[in-house]
C-alpha cells in the first residue's frame, strides 16, 4: 500500500540509489554511514546487503583534511527505552558523523533506523528555530527577552487570578533526569500538583500495579539478562518494531538456550514473526488469557509450591478466580482455544526461569492495572521473579520516561514515589533546604497541596468540565507543552476544542508539534525552542535502570535554550529562582547540571538513586568496554564489580561504592553485592496472615527470615546504634527529634540507616512476600472488565466495567459508556501501536528526511474478509470513525495480520486533522517532512481505575471508502 516517491521528501537522493552505487566490500561501514546520511533505515538496509559488507569502523586517528581534529562524545538515543549509546564524531563544534558505539553493553554496536538517524534529528533543518507568538492567527518571530515576560506576565496573571492549580505544567520523558527533577521541583514552587508526563499514557498501569504487587513498579531485570531465560513470554509487546535493539538479547537468548518464544497479541506483528507460539486474542481480554493460561497450571499442579510459601501472598485467592476460567469460558471470553493455552502453561512450566515482556498493548486499557497484575501473578506462580533469566521486564517507550517518572513528573508524587503527605513535602524540604512552610505558601492550601493532581490524560477535561463538578476552585485557564505530543492522546476532538477555550497556550520543544496546529487559536499561543538531550548534558535512565550520563555533543541550534535554563528563566520571572537554585551553582542563566545530580543524589533515598555521582556515571561511559555484556558487571578496570549504570536500587551514599542492582528482588546475593528482596511497603500483617518473607532472605543476612522496613528504632532494637558515626547520628537527631526511632531508610539524609542495614546484611525495605491481593484497588483481585465500547454485548453482563465515580479531581465516567451499545453501528475493534520508522507523537522523526522516505502515508490494516465486505481495496483512501464521531480519512493495507473484526493504525501521525491537510499551519519551514491523520482523532473515552490511563488498544470503528 505505500508507494515510492520519485524524489525523496527532503528533496535529496534516495536511499535506493545510494545504497545501489555501493558494491561488494570496497565500502567500510563509516564510509557507508556517511555516505548513506547516518544510515537510514540502518537496521532493515543491513539485513538486505551481502555478509561482510557492513564493517566496524577503527577510532579515528588521523586528522581530516580540513586540519581540525575529530573529538568522539558518547550520548545516549533520544528514542525509546533500550538506552543505546551513540558516539559522535565533532569536528569544530560540528557532529559530522556518529558510530553505534560497539563498547556498550546494551546496543552492542547496534541501532535501529531511528538510532541510526538521530543527528538528523539535532540538525534537522525543521527544528523551531527562534520564539514566536501568534498575532491574529499568524506566527511572529520574537526574542527570548519577549517571550519570558509575555508567558511569564500572563501566567502570573492566571495565578492572581485563579489560582496556582489553574496552569497545568505538562514535563517529558524526552528531559534528563536532571530537568526531570528541576520540573517537578518548579512546580512546587509554582504551587500545584498538575503537572504530568507521557507516562500516565504509557505505563502509569504498571508503574502502579507492579508496585502494588511487590515494591516497585519497574522493569525487574534487563535487556542483557533476557540472554539467561529459558522461556520468553511477550504480550502486547512488539519489541522487534518499538524496541528493536531490543531483539539482540531477546533472539540471542532464544538461540542459546533453545528458549521458546512465545507471542500473545491481537495482531500479527515482527515480533511474532519470530515467535514458536503465537497467540491470537480479542483485544482487552489479557486478564482471561492470562488465567487461562494458569488454570492450567494449577490443574496439573505446575507452579512452585515451595516459593508461594515463603515468598507470596494471596495466591489462595488468585486460584479462586482463576477456577472460574475454565478452557469453555476462556475461548469464549478471549478466543484463544484451551488446548493452546495448555500448550503453552506447559512450556511455561517447563522452561524455568522464564521471562515475562509487556508493553503498552497490555496497559492501555481502562483496566490496565488488573492486566498488569495478573501478569506478575503468573511469574510468581512459576517462581520466575528475583531470579536471573525471569522477571517481567516492561520495556519503556521513551528515552528517558523511566528516569521522569522516579524523578516525580506525576500529579500523584514527589520524587521517587514518596508520595503528596506532609511527611514526603517534609522529606523534600529539607533536602532543598527550604522550610516546610515556605513550600506550603505556594499553595492554596494544605489540602490541595497533599491532593492529586488532574493527570495529562485528563487535562483537557480539566478545561472544559464545569468547575462545580471538580475537585479544585477554578478549572485549567493556562497550559504548558513542555517536551509533549499531542496526538498521542485519545479523545483529539474534545482536546482541540479545549485548546481553544484556554487563556493561554505554550510549546516548549525542539519541534512544534501538531500542538502548534491542532486548534484554530489566534492569540495566546506561544512557540519556544527547547535543545534537544545532544545539546546539553546529564543522566538518563534506561528501561532497565541503568543511569548513563551523557555528554553535550554541540551547542544548541539556533535560539534554542536547554529546559533548565528555561526553567531557570521562568523561576526568576515568577520570583522563586533563588530558593529554588539555592545549592545549585549557575552558569549564567544555565543551572549547573552536576550540582542538580548531586541534589536528587541527597534526596532519592527511597528508590536508590543516591549512589549514582556524576564522578561514578561518567566512569561507567569513559569504560563500556570493561562491563560483560550478558551479566552487565564489569569485570576488572576501574568499576570492577559495579553494574553497567548502576540500574537503581544503588544504595547510600556514592561513596558506599554500591553497584547497583541488576536483577530486583534477588535473595541469591548479599544486598551489598546487588541482591535484595520484595519490599515491606504493605504492613507486617493482614487477617492473621503475614505479610512478611518466611525462611527466605538474601545471602549473609543476619535475620533468617522476615523482617519490616528499615528504622532507626529498628536497627536501635537489634544493638546496631553503636554502628553508626556521630555525624550520622547528628543528621537522624535533627530529622527525628524526640521521634528519633522513626527515622527510617527513606528519610535519613545521611544515609546512615542504609549503611547499617547493609553491613548487616538487610535490604533497607524489608523483606516481604509479594502480595497477588492489592486491597486497596476497586478489584482486589485482578478480574476481566468488558471494555467500555465492546462488540461483545453477550459478556457486559457477567464483566460489566465499574460504576461512574470520580478520582483525580475529575468525573470518571464507566458504566454510562459501557451502556451505549455502539457495536452494530460501529462493528470493528480498533487497535493502535508503533512503527520502526517513527516515535511517539512522530514530530521529530517524521522531520527527519532518512525516516520520513521509509514510511510517507498513515494507513490502516483490515482483515481482506472485512474490507471485501466493505467494498475496499489495497491502497485505496478509507474514513474510519470511532464510536465518539472523530474520523481519520487513511489508506487502506489489506493485511491478516489483523484478524477478522479487528482494524490497526499506527499512532506516530500529525498534521492532518478529520480530512483537512494542515501544513499551511506550521510556522513556515517548521513543518514536519510527513504528516497524516492522527490515530487519536478516532479513539474514545477510557480510564484505568486507579491511574486514569487512556483505553486506546480496544475501542471501536467503522470504516468506509473516502
Not at 252 to 261: D, I, R
Request: aromatic letters at 10%.
Amino acid at each position: 500500500m505505500l508507494t515510492k516517491k520519485k524524489a525523496a521528501a527532503s528533496g535529496g537522493r534516495s536511499l535506493a540509489k545510494m545504497v545501489s552505487g555501493l558494491t561488494g566490500n570496497t565500502v567500510d561501514r563509516r564510509s557507508f554511514l556517511r555516505t548513506s546520511g547516518i544510515a537510514a533505515g540502518g537496521a532493515a538496509i543491513a539485513a538486505t546487503m551481502p555478509f561482510g559488507m557492513v564493517k566496524k569502523a577503527e577510532a579515528v586517528t588521523a586528522t581530516p583534511a580540513a586540519g581540525a581534529p575529530v573529538k568522539l562524545v558518547k550520548n545516549v538515543c533520544t528514542h525509546c527505552s533500550v538506552g543505546c549509546t551513540v558516539t559522535a564524531e565533532v569536528q569544530n563544534g560540528v557532529w559530522i558523523g556518529q558510530e553505534p558505539s560497539f563498547d556498550s553493553p546494551i546496543n552492542l554496536g547496534a541501532h535501529c533506523a531511528k538510532g541510526a538517524a538521530v543527528r538528523e534529528h539535532a540538525h534537522g533543518d525543521r527544528r523551531l528555530r527562534y520564539p514566536m507568538k501568534m498575532v491574529d492567527g499568524k506566527w511572529t518571530r520574537i526574542s527570548w527577552d519577549q517571550a519570558i515576560q509575555e508567558v511569564g506576565d500572563k501566567l502570573l496573571a492566571i495565578r492572581e487570578k485563579s489560582g496556582p492549580d489553574s496552569v497545568f505544567w505538562l514535563g517529558s520523558a524526552k528531559h534528563s533526569n536532571e530537568q526531570a527533577y528541576l520540573i517537578r521541583k518548579f512546580a512546587a514552587f509554582w504551587g500545584t500538583n498538575n503537572v504530568d508526563h507521557q507516562a500516565r499514557i504509557c505505563h502509569s498501569t504498571t508503574v502502579a500495579g507492579v508496585a502494588n504487587v511487590w515494591g516497585y513498579g519497574a522493569m525487574t531485570n534487563s535487556y542483557n539478562d533476557i540472554q539467561k531465560s529459558r522461556a520468553m513470554f511477550f504480550i502486547g509487546s512488539n519489541a522487534a518494531e518499538a524496541h528493536p535493539v531490543s531483539m539482540l538479547h531477546i533472539l540471542k537468548g532464544k538461540e542459546q538456550n533453545n528458549a521458546p518464544l512465545i507471542v500473545a497479541d491481537p495482531r500479527f506483528t515482527r515480533t511474532a514473526a519470530k515467535a514458536d507460539e503465537y497467540i491470537r486474542f480479542r483485544p482487552g481480554t489479557d486478564v482471561g488469557l492470562i488465567w487461562g493460561i494458569l488454570w492450567h497450571i494449577f490443574e496439573n499442579g505446575w507452579e512452585d509450591k515451595e516459593y508461594i510459601a515463603k515468598r507470596v501472598y494471596g495466591m489462595d485467592e488468585i486460584r479462586a478466580e482463576v477456577a472460574k476460567w475454565t478452557p469453555e469460558e476462556v475461548e469464549k471470553v478471549t478466543g484463544v482455544p484451551g488446548s493452546q493455552l495448555k500448550r503453552v502453561a506447559r512450556t511455561l512450566a517447563s522452561n524455568r526461569p522464564g521471562t515475562l515482556v509487556w508493553c503498552m498493548g497490555g496497559t492501555q486499557h481502562h483496566i490496565g492495572n488488573n492486566n498488569t497484575r495478573a501478569y506478575c501473578v503468573l511469574q510468581l506462580a512459576l517462581g520466575n521473579v528475583g531470579v536471573t533469566g525471569g522477571g517481567t521486564n516492561i520495556f519503556r517507550g521513551h528515552d528517558n520516561v523511566q528516569g521522569a517518572t522516579d524523578f516525580g513528573v506525576t500529579s500523584d508524587s514527589l520524587p521517587g514515589y514518596y508520595g503528596l503527605a506532609e511527611g514526603a513535602w517534609r522529606h523534600w524540604a529539607r533536602v532543598w533546604d527550604v522550610s516546610y512552610d515556605e513550600v506550603l505558601a505556594r499553595f492554596k492550601d494544605k489540602k490541595l497541596m497533599e491532593a492529586t493532581g488532574i493527570p495529562v490524560s485528563r487535562w483537557f477535561d480539566g478545561v472544559l468540565e464545569a468547575k462545580e463538578n471538580m475537585d479544585q476552585p477554578e478549572s485549567i485557564k493556562g497550559m504548558v507543552f513542555w517536551g509533549h505530543a499531542p496526538n498521542s492522546q485519545v479523545r483529539l476532538p474534545d482536546m482541540k476544542k479545549a485548546m481553544e477555550k484556554l487563556e493561554l497556550l505554550v510549546v516548549v520543544d525542539p519541534f512544534p508539534t501538531m500542538t502548534a496546529v491542532l486548534s484554530d487559536r489566534k492569540d495566546n499561543f506561544y512557540l519556544l525552542p527547547a535543545a534537544t538531550q545532544f545539546e546539553t548534558v546529564g543522566s538518563r535512565t534506561a528501561s532497565n535502570r541503568s543511569v548513563q550520563w551523557c555528554d553535550k555533543i554541540m551547542e544548541p541550534l539556533f535560539e534554542a535554550k536547554t529546559d533548565h535554563e528555561i526553567m531557570y528563566l521562568f523561576a526568576k520571572k515568577f520570583g522563586f529562582a533563588e530558593p529554588m537554585f539555592k545549592n545549585i551553582k549557575l552558569h549564567g542563566n544555565e543551572p549547573d547540571i552536576e550540582d542538580t545530580t548531586r541534589e536528587w543524589n541527597r534526596g532519592m533515598w527511597s528508590v536508590g538513586y543516591t549512589g549514582q555521582s556524576p564522578e561514578r556515571l561518567k566512569l561507567h561511559m569513559q569504560h563500556q568496554a570493561t562491563f560483560d555484556k550478558t551479566t552487565l558487571r564489569a569485570n576488572g578496570g576501574p568499576c570492577d564489580g559495579d553494574y553497567y549504570g548502576l540500574p537503581w536500587p544503588c544504595w547510600g551514599t556514592p561513596e558506599m561504592k554500591h553497584p547497583g542492582t541488576a536483577n530486583l528482588y534477588d535473595t541469591s546475593l548479599p544486598v551489598a553485592e546487588g541482591g535484595g528482596a520484595f519490599r515491606a511497603r504493605f504492613g507486617v500483617e493482614r487477617n492473621g496472615v503475614t505479610l512478611l518473607a518466611e525462611g527466605s532472605y538474601p545471602v549473609g543476612s543476619e535475620i533468617k527470615d522476615g523482617y519490616p522496613e528499615v528504622t532507626y528504632a529498628m536497627l536501635e532494637k537489634l544493638g546496631w546504634a553503636g554502628d553508626f558515626t556521630e555525624a550520622e547520628m547528628a543528621v537522624i537527631r535533627k530529622i527525628g527529634g524526640e521521634k528519633i526511632g522513626a527515622v527510617s531508610w527513606t528519610t535519613d539524609l545521611s544515609g546512615g540507616i542504609q549503611r547499617v542495614a547493609i553491613k548487616h546484611g538487610l535490604n533497607p525495605p524489608g523483606n516481604a512476600k509479594a502480595r497477588c491481593v492489592a486491597w486497596n484497588f476497586p478489584d482486589p483481585v485482578p478480574v476481566h472488565r468488558e471494555p467500555l465500547y465492546t462488540p461483545r454485548r453477550d459478556l457486559v453482563a457477567s464483566y460489566p466495567t465499574y460504576k461512574d465515580t470520580k478520582s483525580w479531581r475529575l468525573p470518571t465516567l464507566y458504566k454510562s459508556i459501557q451502556d451505549r451499545d455502539v457495536s452494530k453501528e460501529y462493528p470493528i475493534i480498533l487497535t493502535s501501536g508503533r512503527l520502526v520508522e517513527y516515535e511517539g507523537g512522530g514530530d521529530e522523526t517524521r522531520s527527519n528526511p532518512w525516516l520520513a522516505e521509509l514510511q510517507q502515508d498513515m494507513f490502516v490494516e483490515i482483515n481482506p474478509f472485512d474490507a471485501n465486505n466493505a467494498g475496499i481495496k489495497d491502497g485505496q483512501m478509507v474514513w474510519v470513525e470511532g464510536a465518539e464521531q472523530g474520523k481519520v480519512k487513511v489508506k487502506a493495507m489489506l493485511t491478516e495480520r489483523v484478524g477478522r473484526g479487528v482494524a490497526f493504525m499506527p499512532f506516530h501521525f500529525g498534521g492532518h486533522y478529520q480530512g483537512q491537510d494542515l501544513r499551511a499551519k506550521y510556522p513556515q519551514g517548521a513543518d514536519p517532512i510527513v504528516l497524516g491523520e492522527a490515530a487519536n482523532t478516532a479513539t474514545t473515552y477510557g480510564y484505568d481505575s486507579v491511574t486514569q490511563m487512556q483505553e486506546t488498544k480496544t475501542t471501536l470503528c467503522r470504516i468506509s471508502a473516502a
